[in-house]
């Protein structure tokens, strides 16, 4: 019953009303008794504070959602976002793991390819919570996944601009014959692809996304859409050409985190724990080289 409950009282606010200890013994089929012994053995652990005010009911004046967490069946979170192969996935990862959740309990990362995989295994409460690009996370919403959106971090959180890049220093759009380049797995390549290729004759090679420099390289590919973190600063010059106008509002670059729908504890304790500005402020510490990434 103190699982039961503890999990109830974090997906409340200080001042909401909670249900008589009638109406928890008929929901969870439990004695009164035992459920007046779960309320004072929370109160007496500090993790909550209840009010009582007669016929208008008992109400929550405080909440300790790390000591709620700590006595449910949760030991520890764990998050999926993707392989951490760029400075700005290092960063995310690096400020998460630096976050005031992660210092007050225990919280693991671990890493997948792919916004479908992440998002199947999340569904079958393998993880958490998972990070996605904004514009990957409201098309499966679309799709009728049982998913939310709870934390938000802003564009370029999650890659940067997005550009076509071409094998051949004289390309410039794509062409009939073209072998092109699309990673399946992430439906923010998919989109962008098919929407650059769309009434073009083109050869779509599938292929996990961080390859494809290796394959524009080697010839194997003659266009592959990138970010501009993977293709800028290296000791190749691909012929690139900008496409995140084809997206809205720049959702392909904005990181997100989603959780199920029916895990309201794990949405309240994210959200008010992660704090956005802390983990953008590592991220930008480590994309700058001035924080040694740390995941």
Do not use: W
């Not at 009010?51 to 999926?80: A, P």
């Amino acid at each position: 019953m103190i699982n039961y409950l503890a999990k109830e009282f974090m997906t409340k606010d200080e001042g909401d009303r909670i249900m008589t200890v009638a109406d928890y013994a008929e929901k969870y089929y439990l004695g009164r008794g035992t459920v007046q012994s779960a309320l004072k053995f929370l109160c007496d652990l500090d993790a909550v504070s209840l009010d009582k005010r007669g016929h208008l009911g008992t109400y929550l004046t405080k909440i300790d959602y790390l000591k709620l967490l700590k006595v449910t069946d949760i030991n520890f979170i764990v998050g999926v976002m993707p392989l951490p192969y760029t400075k700005r996935y290092e960063g995310l990862a690096t400020g998460l793991n630096h976050s005031e959740f992660a210092k007050k309990f225990a919280m693991n990362l671990a890493y997948m390819r792919g916004a479908i995989n992440r998002l199947e295994s999340l569904l079958q409460n393998r993880y958490d919570f998972a990070v996605l690009s904004k514009l990957a996370a409201k098309h499966y919403i679309g799709e009728g996944y049982p998913v939310e959106i709870i934390l938000s971090f802003g564009k370029n959180s999650f890659v940067g601009n997005h550009a076509l890049v071409f094998s051949n220093g004289k390309s410039h759009t794509i062409e009939d014959g073209m072998r092109v380049g699309v990673d399946s797995t992430s439906i923010d390549h998919v989109i962008i692809t098919k929407k650059l290729t769309k009434e073009k004759k083109v050869e779509l090679l599938d292929m996990p996304y961080n390859v494809m420099r290796a394959k524009l390289f080697e010839g194997e590919l003659d266009a592959g859409v990138m970010t501009l973190d993977e293709v800028q600063g290296k000791d190749i010059n691909f012929n690139t050409k900008i496409v995140d106008e084809l997206l809205p509002q720049g959702e392909n670059t904005e990181a997100v985190i989603v959780v199920k729908r029916d895990k309201k504890e794990i949405q309240k304790i994210l959200e008010k724990y992660i704090v956005k500005a802390d983990v953008l402020r590592i991220q930008e510490q480590v994309v700058a080289h001035q924080m040694v990434p740390n995941y």
